[in-house]
């Protein structure tokens, strides 16, 4: 491997603004992760987390700044499969008639080729992917009709399909259940200690030394980003959200 290849962030962002008209969202944001990497990002509602995200997969066109992933601008690491994305369930359109393993499969779309038709390599992935997440035995289930941890389940999944070599999971714990919650957090040590990186907004403050490397404090900008303890220190959280760490963790 190069020295170059060494060198280059699995993400890095760079003086990324955004603004809805007026309203700033973030503000001359600058992040970078290294490649196995599992990172928190902690802030209050309305801190731009969300923002954050969309902007880093190109789903919303930043003001300034710059992204790249595995060295990438989003459209191409998106069009490689090289970044593999789980929204908050509120972005879903949980009606919609496909089945668990339609969803994962959607992951190897970038490698179907010009007819769209899955190989057995394919196939393999999916149901490799499902049972890492044990969702094997709902694989011909409508989406909608899982609980909300089995459908984080089932994006995480996409992402493994996909072979991401960043996942970017937005609120994942957010209203699952607690074996779901085990499953994910496990499931993302072994992918980051395969050397994927993840990055992923979580509002329980307390899980988060369990679950990760490091963490981001953001409020529109990045106000620290080190180890899980120095930013959990309360002095750090009240720059962003001005109440104890344990209450907030209680209200989660």
Known sequence: MSPAAVDTAAIEVEGLTVRYGPLVALDGVSLRLAPGTVCGLIGMNGSGKSTLFKSMTGLLRAD??????GG????TARRRGLVGYVPQ???????FPVSVRDV?????????GPTRRAREADRAAVAAALARVELA???DRQIGQLS????????????????AEVLLLDEPFAGVDKRSEATMSSLLAELAAAGRTVLVATHDLQALPALADEAV?????????????EVLRPENLARAFGIDPLEQGSRT
Do not use: C, N, T
Not at 89 to 95: I, K, M, N
Not at 104 to 112: F, K, N, Q, S
Not at 149 to 162: H, Y
């Open 64 to 69: 300034s700044g710059r992204v790249r992933l």
């Open 72 to 75: 990438h601008e989003p459209a």
């Open 89 to 95: 369930a509120e972005a879903v359109d949980w009606a």
């Open 104 to 112: 994962v499969m959607m992951g190897r779309y970038g490698r179907l």
């Open 137 to 139: 035995d709902l694989a």
């Open 148 to 163: 909300g941890g089995q459908r984080k389940r089932a994006f995480v999944a996409r992402g493994i399909a996909q072979e």
């Open 217 to 229: 404090l953001l409020r529109r900008r990045v106000l620290l980003h080190g180890p899980v303890e």
